[in-house]
Structure formats: C-alpha cells, structure tokens
C-alpha cells in the first residue's frame, strides 16, 4: 500500500526567507504526487501536482516541487515567502486504481513578521 | 463558476441523533470522495464514488453510509451519532474524462462535526 511521510510536523520561518516542506513517499509504481494547502476553516487548495515529465513542478503562488525518484521525494518549495502562506500542507500520492489520495500527515507553516 | 459546496459548515448535535452531511458539486465531475480529518491530522478516505448508484468503502472504517442517486450529490449519513464522530468532514470530486485521467480532486470546504 502506498504512504507519505511529512516529517516536519511544524515550522517556523521569518516573512522573506525560503522555505521548503518535506515530503517522501512510498508507491509501488510511477507515482502522481500533488501538494494542497489548507487555510483554517478551509478546504484543501491545489499547489501543484506532478503526473511525468519534467521533475520540477510550477505551481500557483510561487511554490514549486522537486520530483526525485532515486530519493522517494517530492519536496515542496518558495524563494520567499509571505505572510499570507501561513497554513497546512499536505502532500499526497494518488492511488491509480481507485485514484484516490494518501495524505501525509501535513507540516504546520508559521511565518514571522 | 463550477465549484463543490459542504453544508452545514459546522454542526453540533446530541448523542444518538441521525445527521447528514451535504456535498453537491456543479462540475459534472464522475468521482466524488468523503475523507475525515481529525484536528492537526492528515485526512483519511472513508468512502468514494465512481459514479450514480456507485459507493465503495475506504481506508479507514467508519460507521458512517453515503448514497450517489445524482451525479452532483453524495451525502454522508450517520444513524446515530456518537462523540467518537467529532471531527472535520471533507468531500472531493474529481472527473475520469479529459487530457489526463488522473485529474485533481477538488475539495469543498469541509464540515466540522462535533458531536455532545
């Protein structure tokens, strides 16, 4: 079965900085990998996803992923980041068969001013 | 705009009582999904649909039933609700047809459950 693993439960950056989110994944075949965000009291957004090709992903509000194969990871990031990014990430991997998604447990994104 | 709608947004409600939690979406979207988040956790699929008259269970067992008469609509219902219920309830959609198969799930805005 698949899984993800997000190992930062939280984290804490200044407004500005980089940021990048972890994200490993467990998948016996070519995986499809997405990254929503959640906002508090909200659904889950869409950030990106990867399904083939070219392993750096564009996605909205200037994050981008890295898809590595030899590594199982798909980690999310942004070269600056802002205030209003502060939320929860999941990472996720679709089942093909029954094309539903496997959540990561999420990481926490707090931003200082 | 096409989007996927959740009501009510928040429920509180007593032991024992039958609740149901509404999900429509108006983008003729096939597939359509119930996962449940527990506070600060990842979300875990407890029901899906492949279309009208199709419901499988998910990952995670639940005591909860849904039903997929119409192709915009697929509610989760619960016959008696207990506090182990208390959580945040999500729905998602997605459509098989198109350039890519492997379409992405739109979510609505959730339900949050706290049963008393």
């Known amino acids: 079965a698949q899984s993800v693993t997000q190992p930062d439960i939280h984290i804490t950056v200044s407004e500005g900085a980089s940021l990048e989110l972890r994200c490993n994944y467990s998948?016996?075949?070519?995986?499809?990998l997405f990254w929503y965000v959640q906002s508090p009291g909200q659904g889950l957004q869409l950030l990106l996803k990867?399904?083939?090709?070219?392993?750096l992903v564009q996605g909205i509000k200037g994050f981008e992923a890295e898809f590595k194969r030899s590594q199982s990871s798909f980690n999310l990031r942004k070269p600056s980041v802002h205030w209003s990014d502060a939320a929860e990430y999941f990472c996720?991997?679709?089942?093909?068969?029954?094309?539903?998604?496997?959540f990561g447990s999420g990481t926490r994104l707090q931003v200082q001013p | 705009e096409a989007d996927i709608y959740q009501t009510p947004r928040y429920l509180v409600i007593g032991t024992g009582k039958k609740i149901t939690l509404e999900c429509s979406q108006t983008?003729?979207?096939?597939?359509m999904y119930w996962y449940q988040q527990d506070p600060g956790m990842e979300l875990h699929l407890i029901h899906y649909?492949?279309?009208?008259?199709?419901?499988e269970k998910g990952d995670l067992s639940s005591e909860s039933t849904v039903s997929r008469i119409r192709t915009e609509h697929f509610p989760l219902t619960l016959e008696s609700a207990r506090p182990s219920h208390t959580s945040q309830y999500l729905c998602?959609?997605?459509?098989?047809?198109?350039?890519?198969?492997?379409?992405?799930?739109?979510f609505g805005p959730g339900t949050r459950l706290t049963v008393l």
């Open positions: 996720a991997v679709m089942d093909t068969g029954r094309r539903a998604l496997t």
């Open positions: 649909s492949y279309g009208v008259n199709s419901t």
């Open positions: 983008m003729g979207h096939d597939k």
């Open positions: 990867y399904f083939s090709g070219d392993t």
């Open positions: 998948y016996g075949a070519t995986p499809y």
């Open positions: 998602a959609s997605s459509s098989t047809s198109g350039p890519s198969s492997y379409n992405e799930q739109f």
